[in-house]
C-alpha cells in the first residue's frame, strides 16, 4: 500500500469528485436495495393481501427506484471516469516532461520497451485503479453489509443458512486468484518468448535465407508455438476448476434458499413475498465476494505498477538551470579547463564500464577554428560532444563559452545558437519541412527552401511524392542514411549557429555519399566554430586542430601532418584509410 | 512531436466471406468430435440454468403452498443434483474446449509461419515486421475465438432464446406475451446503442496509438530533441494529444454509461409489467404465484441470448477482417521455391556462371542487360559501380533469392533452378552490411552458421575472423547472452561474429556485402588481417568502397547501369586512361598520396 501513495498523490486535487461518486454510490446501492423489498410488499400485500390499490403506486416506486439508481449509476460512473482519466493525463505529463530531460546514460542503459510499457500498461493499469479500484472496493462493502443487515432483520435464521455458503465462496475466490496469478505470468512470458522468436525470424530473415535455416527457424518456433499452447491450457485447467465451482457454490445458495426457505414458508414462519424479496437480494450477497479476486488484483497490480512509474519520475535529471540564468549572444569561442567527468558506476551500470569518461581535458577553440576530436573507438570522444552540449556536466574542472562557465549559461538560449549534425540523424514522423525547422520553428518557407539547397537535399525532397509537405521518419517514407544527414544538415543551417558539433555525420554513409556530404559539410563549417569528432581521416585532415584521445585522455595534438608523420595513435588509425603503412601495432582500446 | 498521419489504419471489419469461412471450418473439422462434446456439455449447463426459475416456482406452488414438506426436500435435492451435474459438465467443458482451441490456434500459426519462411524478399521488403506479427498473434487468436467460442455461444445462447419462449408461451400465453414487451428495447440497446459504443472506443484506440506512438517518437529522439532545446515545444503538441486523448475516453464513456444503467431500467419496467398483470391475473384466481415468481425468473434471461447476438454479429465482422489478413499471406505465392524432386547440390568447388542474365524488380525495368561473367573456383571478384548499378542483384541472384528473367546462372555447371534450394544456400556464406544477431549466448550466433559444430570448431572459427579476443573479453565468453538483436555489442563485434558465422559454415563460396561499409577503425584493421585467410581456398564476391578491401581481388568488375563497363585487376584498370575504376581510386586516394610525398620527404 506504501507505493499507492503516487496514486494519492495525483489523485488529490480532484478528491472533491470522488467524494461526489461516493456520495452518488450511496444513493445507487442504497436504491438497489429498495427494489426487492418492494416486489415483497407487491406479493404479500397487494397480492395475498388484496390490497389492489396499492399495486399501481408500487409498481410505479419500482420503475422509479430503478430511474433513479440508473441516474446515480451514470454520474457516479462519469465523475470515477473523469477523475481516472484526468489522473493518467498529468501522468503521462509529467512522465513525458522527464523523459525529456533524461540523459543519453539513462537512456543507454533503460531499453525503449521497457519505459514504453511503464508510460502505457502501467499507467492504464493506474487508470483503471483511480476509476474502480476504491470505490468498487466501497460499493462491495457496502452492498453486502446493507443485505446482510435488511435480510438479517427479515429472518435471522435462513440469512445465516445462506451466509454459510459466504467463507466457501470467497476461499475458492481467492485460492482461484492466487494460483492463476502464476498461470497469467507464464503466460506473458511464454506469449514475449514467442514474439521475440516472430520478431528476430523475420527481421533477420536475410541471415536465415543465406544460411537456409529456415527448417531450424520453424523448429525453434514449433517449440515455442508448443510452450505457448501449453502455458494457455495450464491456465485454463485452473479456471476449469475453479470458476465452476464458484458457479455451483452460488446455485447452492439457492438450493439452500429454495429448501430451507420454502420450508419455513411452508410451516408459516415466513411469507411468500419475503422469499421472493430473499431471492430477489441473493445476488447482492454473492456478488461482492465473487469480485474479490478482481478488487485483490486491482490493487496489487497498481500498486507494482506505480512502483514502475516512479522509478523513472525519481530518475535523476542530471542537468539543472541555473538560479540566474546568463542569456549570452555566442561568439563562438569554447574553453575545456582541465575538465575531468566519470560516469556514475551505481546509476548507469554498463554504460559506464563501456565508457571512460575524461580526465583533465583541457582545450581551448577560438571563434571560427576548426578543431577535431579523434581516437579510437569508446575513447571519450562522445563526452566531450556531451559535455560542450551540457548533456551533462563535468564533475571537476570546467567549460567556458566566450569566457562564461557553461553551468551559468541559460540553455535553451545556448542550445539554439550550437548546431549539431549526429551520426545518425532522427527524423520525426512529420513532414520533411518541420523537420528541417526543428531547431528554428519560426523560419519562413523560403529560408526553409534555401537551407535544403546548400545542404544539397534540395533536389531528393523535390523528387518525394509531397515535396517539402512529404511526411518521413518512421510512420513516414523511410530516407537513405545520406538523404537523412542532408536534412540534418540542412537542419544545422537554418538555425545559423555560432557553434557547429559534426559527430561523425558521416560514419555511417558509404564512401560515394560521404565524398557529396562533405562538400555541404565545409558549407556548413564557413565561419563557424567547429568540433568535429570522426572516423575518418577525410573529415579531421583539414581541421586547424586535432587532439587524439585514448582511454579518456590527451595523447597527441597538432596538425594532421604532423601527426601522420609521428609514430602513434593517430598514424596507427588513419594510416590504413591512406594506404599508408600502420606501422607498430595497434593496443586495442578496451 | 505529433505524428500527423497515422498509418492507414489496419481494417476492423470485412463482409462476409463464405470461402473464407469454409477455410477456417477447415481447421475446426479435425476437432469435430470434441467440439461436438462440448456443445453437448454446454447444453447441459444451458438446461441447468434453465431450470431454475421453474423449479422456484414449482417449489411455491406445489409444495411450499401445500405444505408439503417431504416433496419439498426431494424437489430441492434433485435440483441439487442437477447442479452437481452442471459443475461437472462446466469444468470438463472449459478445460476440452481450451485444448481444442490451442490445437487450432498452433496449427494456424505453424502454418502461417511455415509459409512465411518459403516466402521471398518481395514479401518482407514491403511489410514492417510488426504488421507480420500482428497477424501471426492478435489476428489469429481472433480466428480462434469465433471457431470455438463463438460459434458455440451462439449456438447454445440460441437454444436458451428458444427455450424460453417456448417455455413461457406453454406456461401461460397471455402473461408470456407481456414479458416479450422487454425484448424490442433490448435488441434496440443490443444492436443500436452498442454500436455506436464500439464505434467510440474504436476512436479511443485510435487516438491511444497516435499518444503512444508520440510518446515513443519523444524517447526515441529524445537526444535530438535536447540538443536543439525542443523540450517545451514538444511537450506543448503532446499535450494537444494528450487532451484529445482525454476528451474522446470522457466521450466515449458518457456514451458506455448509460448502457447498463438502460439495461437495468428496461429490466425494471418488464418486472413491474410482468408482476401488474401477473396480480391482476392472481387476483382473479387465474394463476399462481409461483408461477409468478418462475415468469420474473425467466424476464432477466431474455437478455444474454440478445446480447450474445449482436455481439457475434460484430465478432463475425472483424474476423473476416483477420481471416482477410491471414489469407493473404497464406496465399502470397513464394518467390523461388526447389523444383520437385530437384536432386541435391553436390559440394562444389564454387565455380560461377552468369549466362546472359537479364533482371529486374519491377516488369519492363531491367537492372540487369544479358549480363555474362565467368568465375573461376577459388578467384576473388570485386564488384565496383555506383549505387543502383546492380551490384547487389547480381550478389542475391548467386543465392538463388531472386530468379533471372533471361538467360542462366549456374554454378559448376548446374543451373540454380534444377537444384534443392537449401542445398545450394548452404555452400554460400554472406556477410552483410549489418547483420543479424540473434538473442542467445554468443555460441550460438556463431553456431548458426554450421549447427552441428561442435564448441572447438566455433572457437576456432572465431578465431580465424578474429573475434576471439573479445568474445574473451565478454562477462561469460562463449557461453555470454546477447540482448535482443545484439545490444551489448557494438556494430563492429558484431560483424566480427558475422564473419566467424560465415567461416564456420565452411561456404565454397563467400559473399561480402559492403561488409566493411559501416565499422570503426578498430575492426577494420581486424577484418582486414583476417580476409586474407577467410578468402583463401573459396570464390569470393565482395561488393565494397573501400580500396584495401577491393585491391586485394583477382579481378575486379566495374558495372554501371546493369552492364560491365570495365574489367581486370587493379593495375590493368589504373593503367585504363580515363577509365572509370581509375577516376574512383583518385578520389579516395589523393589524400593518400598527400601521406606518402609527406612520409617520402
Known amino acids: 500500500m506504501h507505493s499507492l501513495r503516487l496514486i494519492f498523490r495525483f489523485v488529490a486535487p480532484y478528491r472533491a469528485r470522488l467524494y461526489g461518486a461516493l456520495l452518488l454510490l450511496l444513493a445507487s446501492t442504497g436504491l438497489a436495495m429498495v427494489g426487492p423489498e418492494i416486489q415483497r410488499l407487491i406479493v404479500d400485500r397487494a397480492i395475498i393481501g388484496g390490497k389492489t390499490r396499492l399495486l399501481f403506486p408500487l409498481l410505479t416506486a419500482l420503475v422509479a427506484a430503478a430511474l433513479g439508481r440508473g441516474v446515480a449509476l451514470f454520474f457516479r460512473g462519469y465523475l470515477q471516469e473523469w477523475v481516472g482519466q484526468r489522473v493518467v493525463y498529468d501522468l503521462r505529463h509529467r512522465l513525458y516532461a522527464h523523459l525529456q530531460e533524461l540523459s543519453p546514460a539513462y537512456y543507454a542503459r533503460t531499453y525503449t520497451g521497457e519505459i514504453m510499457s511503464r508510460v502505457t500498461g502501467d499507467v492504464e493499469r493506474v487508470r483503471q485503479f483511480v476509476t474502480s479500484g476504491v470505490v468498487d472496493l466501497l460499493n462491495s462493502v457496502l452492498t453486502f453489509g446493507f443485505v446482510s443487515i435488511i435480510l438479517f432483520r427479515m429472518n435471522w435464521q435462513l440469512t445465516l443458512v445462506t451466509l454459510s455458503i459466504s467463507p466457501l465462496l470467497a476461499i475458492t475466490v481467492l485460492r482461484f486468484d492466487r494460483r492463476i496469478r502464476p498461470a497469467w505470468r507464464a503466460i506473458e512470458r511464454q506469449a514475449g518468448v514467442l514474439s521475440t522468436v516472430i520478431q528476430e525470424s523475420l527481421a533477420g530473415v536475410r541471415v536465415v535465407k543465406a544460411f537456409a535455416r529456415e527448417p531450424f527457424e520453424v523448429e525453434r518456433f514449433r517449440r515455442e508455438s508448443e510452450g505457448f499452447a501449453d502455458t494457455q491450457v495450464r491456465a485454463a485447467r485452473i479456471w476449469a476448476h475453479s470458476f465452476p465451482l464458484i458457479e455451483f457454490l452460488t446455485a447452492l445458495s439457492w438450493v439452500l434458499l429454495v429448501g430451507v426457505g420454502g420450508r419455513q414458508v411452508a410451516l408459516g414462519r415466513m411469507t411468500v413475498g419475503e422469499l421472493v424479496a430473499f431471492n430477489g437480494y441473493l445476488w447482492s450477497l454473492i456478488w461482492?465476494?465473487?469480485?474479490?479476486?478482481?478488487?485483490?488484483?486491482?490493487?496489487?497490480?497498481?500498486?507494482?505498477?506505480?512502483?514502475?512509474?516512479?522509478?523513472?519520475?525519481?530518475?535523476?535529471?542530471?542537468?539543472?538551470?541555473?538560479?540566474?540564468?546568463?542569456?549570452?549572444?555566442?561568439?563562438?569561442?569554447?574553453?575545456?579547463?582541465?575538465?575531468?567527468?566519470?560516469?556514475?558506476?551505481?546509476?548507469?551500470?554498463?554504460?559506464?564500464?563501456?565508457?571512460?569518461?575524461?580526465?583533465?581535458?583541457?582545450?581551448?577553440?577560438?571563434?571560427?577554428?576548426?578543431?577535431?576530436?579523434?581516437?579510437?573507438?569508446?575513447?571519450?570522444?562522445?563526452?566531450?560532444?556531451?559535455?560542450?552540449?551540457?548533456?551533462?556536466?563535468?564533475?571537476?574542472?570546467?567549460?567556458?563559452?566566450?569566457?562564461?562557465?557553461?553551468?551559468?549559461?541559460?540553455?535553451?538560449?545556448?542550445?539554439?545558437?550550437?548546431?549539431?549534425?549526429?551520426?545518425?540523424?532522427?527524423?520525426?514522423?512529420?513532414?520533411?519541412?518541420?523537420?528541417?525547422?526543428?531547431?528554428?520553428?519560426?523560419?519562413?518557407?523560403?529560408?526553409?527552401?534555401?537551407?535544403?539547397?546548400?545542404?544539397?537535399?534540395?533536389?531528393?525532397?523535390?523528387?518525394?511524392?509531397?515535396?517539402?509537405?512529404?511526411?518521413?521518419?518512421?510512420?513516414?517514407?523511410?530516407?537513405?542514411?545520406?538523404?537523412?544527414?542532408?536534412?540534418?544538415?540542412?537542419?544545422?543551417?537554418?538555425?545559423?549557429?555560432?557553434?557547429?558539433?559534426?559527430?561523425?555525420?558521416?560514419?555511417?554513409?558509404?564512401?560515394?555519399?560521404?565524398?557529396?556530404?562533405?562538400?555541404?559539410?565545409?558549407?556548413?563549417?564557413?565561419?563557424?566554430?567547429?568540433?568535429?569528432?570522426?572516423?575518418?581521416?577525410?573529415?579531421?585532415?583539414?581541421?586547424?586542430?586535432?587532439?587524439?584521445?585514448?582511454?579518456?585522455?590527451?595523447?597527441?595534438?597538432?596538425?594532421?601532418?604532423?601527426?601522420?608523420?609521428?609514430?602513434?595513435?593517430?598514424?596507427?588509425?588513419?594510416?590504413?584509410?591512406?594506404?599508408?603503412?600502420?606501422?607498430?601495432?595497434?593496443?586495442?582500446?578496451? | 512531436m505529433p505524428v500527423r498521419r497515422l498509418e492507414e489504419e489496419e481494417q476492423f471489419a470485412a463482409d462476409f466471406n463464405a470461402g473464407y469461412f469454409r477455410r477456417l471450418l477447415g481447421y475446426a473439422w479435425p476437432h469435430r468430435r470434441s467440439l461436438l462434446v462440448v456443445l453437448l456439455l454446454m447444453l447441459v449447463g444451458a438446461v441447468v440454468g434453465l431450470a431454475t426459475p421453474y423449479v422456484m416456482g414449482l417449489a411455491v406452488d406445489t409444495y411450499i403452498a401445500r405444505g408439503d414438506l417431504t416433496g419439498l426436500a426431494w424437489l430441492t435435492l434433485g435440483y441439487l443434483a442437477l447442479n452437481v451435474v452442471g459443475w461437472g459438465a462446466f469444468t470438463v467443458r472449459t478445460g476440452l474446449l481450451s485444448r481444442v482451441g490451442q490445437q487450432i490456434l498452433h496449427s494456424l500459426r505453424m502454418d502461417l509461419f511455415q509459409h512465411i519462411h518459403t516466402l521471398g524478399f518481395d514479401f518482407f521488403d514491403g511489410r514492417p515486421v510488426g504488421k507480420i506479427l500482428t497477424r501471426l498473434t492478435n489476428d489469429v487468436n481472433v480466428l480462434n475465438d469465433l471457431l470455438t467460442n463463438g460459434l458455440l455461444s451462439l449456438l447454445i445462447e440460441l437454444f436458451n432464446l428458444v427455450a424460453i419462449v417456448v417455455l413461457l408461451v406453454s406456461l401461460r400465453l397471455d402473461l408470456a406475451l407481456v414479458s416479450f414487451g422487454i425484448v424490442p428495447p433490448l435488441v434496440m440497446l443490443a444492436f443500436r446503442l452498442?454500436?455506436?459504443?464500439?464505434?467510440?472506443?474504436?476512436?479511443?484506440?485510435?487516438?491511444?496509438?497516435?499518444?503512444?506512438?508520440?510518446?515513443?517518437?519523444?524517447?526515441?529522439?529524445?537526444?535530438?530533441?535536447?540538443?536543439?532545446?525542443?523540450?517545451?515545444?514538444?511537450?506543448?503538441?503532446?499535450?494537444?494529444?494528450?487532451?484529445?486523448?482525454?476528451?474522446?475516453?470522457?466521450?466515449?464513456?458518457?456514451?458506455?454509461?448509460?448502457?447498463?444503467?438502460?439495461?437495468?431500467?428496461?429490466?425494471?419496467?418488464?418486472?413491474?409489467?410482468?408482476?401488474?398483470?401477473?396480480?391482476?391475473?392472481?387476483?382473479?384466481?387465474?394463476?399462481?404465484?409461483?408461477?409468478?415468481?418462475?415468469?420474473?425468473?425467466?424476464?432477466?434471461?431474455?437478455?444474454?441470448?440478445?446480447?450474445?447476438?449482436?455481439?457475434?454479429?460484430?465478432?463475425?465482422?472483424?474476423?473476416?477482417?483477420?481471416?482477410?489478413?491471414?489469407?493473404?499471406?497464406?496465399?502470397?505465392?513464394?518467390?523461388?521455391?526447389?523444383?520437385?524432386?530437384?536432386?541435391?547440390?553436390?559440394?562444389?568447388?564454387?565455380?560461377?556462371?552468369?549466362?546472359?542474365?537479364?533482371?529486374?524488380?519491377?516488369?519492363?525495368?531491367?537492372?540487369?542487360?544479358?549480363?555474362?561473367?565467368?568465375?573461376?573456383?577459388?578467384?576473388?571478384?570485386?564488384?565496383?559501380?555506383?549505387?543502383?548499378?546492380?551490384?547487389?542483384?547480381?550478389?542475391?541472384?548467386?543465392?538463388?533469392?531472386?530468379?533471372?528473367?533471361?538467360?542462366?546462372?549456374?554454378?559448376?555447371?548446374?543451373?540454380?533452378?534444377?537444384?534443392?534450394?537449401?542445398?545450394?544456400?548452404r555452400q554460400i556464406a554472406i556477410v552483410l552490411q549489418e547483420n543479424f544477431v540473434f538473442s542467445g549466448t554468443v555460441f550460438d550466433n556463431i553456431r548458426y552458421g554450421r549447427l552441428e559444430a561442435t564448441r572447438e570448431e566455433v572457437i576456432a572459427a572465431a578465431k580465424l575472423a578474429n573475434a576471439h579476443v573479445f568474445i574473451e573479453r565478454l562477462p561469460q565468453g562463449y557461453d555470454t547472452v546477447l540482448a535482443e538483436r545484439g545490444a551489448n555489442l557494438s556494430l563492429g563485434q558484431r560483424q566480427l561474429l558475422a564473419f566467424a558465422r560465415a567461416i564456420l559454415a565452411d561456404p565454397a563460396i563467400l559473399v561480402l556485402d559492403e561488409a566493411t561499409a559501416y565499422i570503426d577503425t578498430e575492426?577494420?584493421?581486424?577484418?582486414?588481417?583476417?580476409?586474407?585467410?577467410?578468402?583463401?581456398?573459396?570464390?569470393?564476391?565482395?561488393?565494397?568502397?573501400?580500396?584495401?578491401?577491393?585491391?586485394?581481388?583477382?579481378?575486379?568488375?566495374?558495372?554501371?547501369?546493369?552492364?560491365?563497363?570495365?574489367?581486370?585487376?587493379?593495375?590493368?584498370?589504373?593503367?585504363?586512361?580515363?577509365?572509370r575504376y581509375r577516376a574512383l581510386y583518385e578520389t579516395q586516394t589523393q589524400l593518400g598520396k598527400a601521406g606518402e610525398r609527406v612520409l617520402a620527404s
Not at chain 2, 431474455?302 to 454479429?313: A, K, M, R, V, Y
Open chain 2, 194 to 425: 452498442r454500436p455506436r459504443i464500439r464505434d467510440a472506443y474504436r476512436r479511443v484506440r485510435t487516438r491511444l496509438s497516435i499518444l503512444n506512438a508520440a510518446l515513443h517518437e519523444g524517447v526515441s529522439g529524445v537526444r535530438v530533441s535536447q540538443i536543439f532545446a525542443r523540450q517545451e515545444e514538444n511537450l506543448r503538441r503532446f499535450d494537444e494529444l494528450n487532451r484529445t486523448n482525454l476528451e474522446v475516453n470522457l466521450a466515449a464513456a458518457r456514451l458506455n454509461l448509460l448502457f447498463g444503467p438502460l439495461v437495468e431500467l428496461t429490466g425494471a419496467a418488464g418486472t413491474a409489467a410482468v408482476m401488474g398483470y401477473g396480480a391482476y391475473l392472481i387476483g382473479r384466481g387465474q394463476m399462481s404465484i409461483g408461477m409468478l415468481v418462475a415468469f420474473l425468473g425467466y424476464l432477466g434471461r431474455f437478455w444474454g441470448p440478445i446480447s450474445t447476438l449482436s455481439n457475434f454479429h460484430n465478432q463475425l465482422l472483424s474476423a473476416m477482417a483477420s481471416a482477410e489478413r491471414v489469407f493473404e499471406i497464406l496465399d502470397y505465392p513464394p518467390q523461388v521455391s526447389s523444383a520437385p524432386g530437384a536432386p541435391e547440390l553436390p559440394r562444389i568447388r564454387g565455380e560461377v556462371d552468369f549466362d546472359h542474365v537479364t533482371f529486374g524488380y519491377e516488369p519492363g525495368r531491367p537492372v540487369l542487360h544479358g549480363f555474362t561473367l565467368h568465375v573461376a573456383a577459388g578467384e576473388i571478384v570485386a564488384l565496383v559501380g555506383p549505387t543502383g548499378a546492380g551490384k547487389s542483384s547480381i550478389i542475391s541472384l548467386i543465392s538463388r533469392f531472386y530468379d533471372p528473367w533471361e538467360g542462366a546462372i549456374r554454378l559448376d555447371g548446374h543451373d540454380l533452378r534444377e537444384v534443392d534450394l537449401a542445398s545450394v544456400r
Open chain 2, 523 to 579: 575492426t577494420e584493421r581486424l577484418i582486414q588481417s583476417a580476409l586474407d585467410r577467410l578468402l583463401q581456398g573459396r570464390t569470393s564476391f565482395i561488393v565494397a568502397h573501400r580500396l584495401a578491401t577491393i585491391r586485394r581481388a583477382h579481378r575486379i568488375v566495374v558495372i554501371e547501369g546493369g552492364r560491365i563497363v570495365e574489367m581486370g585487376t587493379h593495375e590493368q584498370l589504373l593503367a585504363l586512361p580515363g577509365g
Open chain 1, 288 to 590: 461482492p465476494i465473487r469480485n474479490l479476486g478482481w478488487l485483490v488484483n486491482l490493487f496489487e497490480q497498481a500498486s507494482t505498477a506505480s512502483d514502475r512509474i516512479l522509478e523513472i519520475l525519481n530518475a535523476p535529471v542530471d542537468i539543472q538551470e541555473p538560479p540566474h540564468p546568463v542569456r549570452l549572444r555566442v561568439k563562438g569561442e569554447i574553453r575545456f579547463e582541465n575538465v575531468s567527468f566519470k560516469y556514475d558506476e551505481e546509476a548507469y551500470g554498463d554504460h559506464a564500464l563501456r565508457s571512460p569518461g575524461l580526465f583533465g581535458f583541457n582545450l581551448t577553440v577560438h571563434p571560427g577554428e576548426r578543431v577535431a576530436v579523434v581516437g579510437p573507438t569508446g575513447c571519450g570522444k562522445t563526452t566531450v560532444v556531451h559535455l560542450l552540449l551540457r548533456l551533462y556536466d563535468p564533475q571537476t574542472g570546467r567549460i567556458l563559452i566566450d569566457g562564461v562557465d557553461l553551468r551559468e549559461l541559460d540553455l535553451v538560449t545556448y542550445r539554439r545558437q550550437v548546431g549539431v549534425v549526429q551520426q545518425e540523424t532522427f527524423l520525426f514522423s512529420t513532414s520533411i519541412k518541420e523537420n528541417i525547422a526543428f531547431g528554428r520553428l519560426s523560419a519562413t518557407d523560403e529560408e526553409i527552401r534555401e537551407a535544403a539547397r546548400l545542404a544539397q537535399a534540395d533536389r531528393f525532397i523535390e523528387r518525394l511524392p509531397d515535396g517539402y509537405e512529404t511526411v518521413v521518419g518512421e510512420r513516414g517514407v523511410g530516407l537513405s542514411g545520406g538523404e537523412r544527414q542532408r536534412v540534418a544538415i540542412a537542419r544545422a543551417l537554418l538555425m545559423n549557429p555560432a557553434i557547429l558539433v559534426l559527430d561523425d555525420p558521416t560514419s555511417s554513409v558509404d564512401a560515394e555519399t560521404e565524398a557529396e556530404i562533405q562538400a555541404a559539410l565545409r558549407r556548413l563549417m564557413q565561419g563557424r566554430t567547429t568540433l568535429i569528432v570522426s572516423q575518418r581521416v577525410s573529415a579531421v585532415r583539414d581541421a586547424d586542430w586535432i587532439v587524439v584521445l585514448d582511454e579518456g585522455r590527451i595523447v597527441q595534438q597538432g596538425r594532421h601532418e604532423e601527426l601522420i608523420n609521428q609514430p602513434g595513435v593517430y598514424r596507427r588509425l588513419f594510416a590504413p584509410q591512406l594506404g599508408l603503412p600502420a606501422g607498430e601495432e595497434a593496443a586495442a582500446c578496451r
